[in-house]
């Protein structure tokens, strides 16, 4: 069901205040604009400080008056996740909005994270978790928090199979989907947690369609890709693919636990629309032996 607004006019955000991880380039980068557009105080959380300060001078170039920061953040070290929610939480400012974005998109090679994940498991979902909890005292003392956590639309190509949640046998494709299947389950399970715990959270899920961006640098599908970017209801710009996250972080009548994606044709473009929950996502007992198994995975903890 195609939602009335699919502009997503965003209101005043001033006095909010919004974390936008992988906020240097691609989606991230323009989620972090468009808050500042509006007003709200965005800290840019970033692996690379360079390219963390050619961020900050590309939106200051449209919007002068923007509140910018950024912090680092490598969601690939633990320790790194621990490190920004402690100094976050000693400054005591309440968060409004976490946008947990950053990810890497099937590298060739399997890799692992400094604490011996699965990259892809470890920066795109299991970093993201971590940082939520790390960052929930300041969520929690926000007037109406809200955590959005970004999938894809290949989500639906995943399994959760926690046997080889690490990816020991490595397929590019299947462990990049699986980490965003494991980010649209994070943020059904938070949602539910949040309902019967009173935590006050609101927690969405949202995913961009297919985007041009620079996410799949060094794929060896990026040529085919780029060969099929002219077609228009195959791709779509950074712009419009950040209105299912930006509709999720701002808009009044987004609703916690829904998945937002774009309205057009399999999901890839136009707009915004309740999207496709796959049906891994909707095993309850999946999720919750997810959450467990990321509890122990990172030692993060959600107590209140």
């Excluded at 136009?270 to 995975?297: H, I, M």
């Amino acid at each position: 069901m195609a939602l009335p607004n699919i502009e997503v006019v965003v209101g005043d955000l001033s006095g909010t205040r919004v974390l936008v991880t992988g906020a240097s380039s691609g989606l991230g980068l323009e989620l972090a604009r468009r808050f500042a557009v509006a007003g709200a105080d965005v800290l840019l959380a970033v692996r690379n400080e360079v390219k963390g300060q050619a961020a900050v001078g590309h939106i200051q170039a449209s919007v002068p008056a923007a509140k910018l920061r950024t912090l680092p953040l490598d969601l690939a070290s633990l320790r790194s996740v621990a490190e920004l929610g402690e100094s976050l939480v000693a400054e005591g400012r309440p968060l409004d909005i976490l946008v947990n974005n950053a990810g890497v998109m099937a590298p060739r090679r399997r890799q692992v994270t400094a604490d011996g994940h699965e990259l892809q498991v470890g920066g795109n979902y299991l970093g993201h978790f971590a940082l939520t909890a790390h960052l929930l005292p300041l969520l929690a003392a926000a007037t109406a928090p809200r955590i959005v956590s970004m999938s894809s639309v290949h989500s639906v190509l995943a399994r959760t199979d926690l046997d080889d949640f690490n990816g020991a046998d490595y397929r590019p494709f299947r462990q990049y989907a699986r980490s965003k299947l494991a980010m649209l389950m994070f943020a059904r399970e938070l949602h539910k947690r949040s309902t019967a715990g009173g935590w006050g959270l609101s927690s969405i899920a949202a995913h961009p369609g297919a985007v041009i961006t620079g996410l799949g640098a060094g794929n060896p599908l990026l040529l085919i890709n780029r060969m099929t970017y002219k077609v228009p209801f195959l791709w779509q710009r950074v712009d419009t693919g950040v209105l299912p996250a930006l509709y999720a972080a701002t808009s009044p009548a987004a609703e916690s636990g829904a998945f937002y994606g774009p309205a057009g044709p399999m999901e890839r473009t136009r707009g915004v629309q309740l999207a496709k929950v796959p049906s891994p996502a909707l095993d309850e007992g999946a999720s919750r032996d997810l959450w467990e198994l990321s509890v122990k995975l990172t030692g993060a903890s959600f107590s209140q």
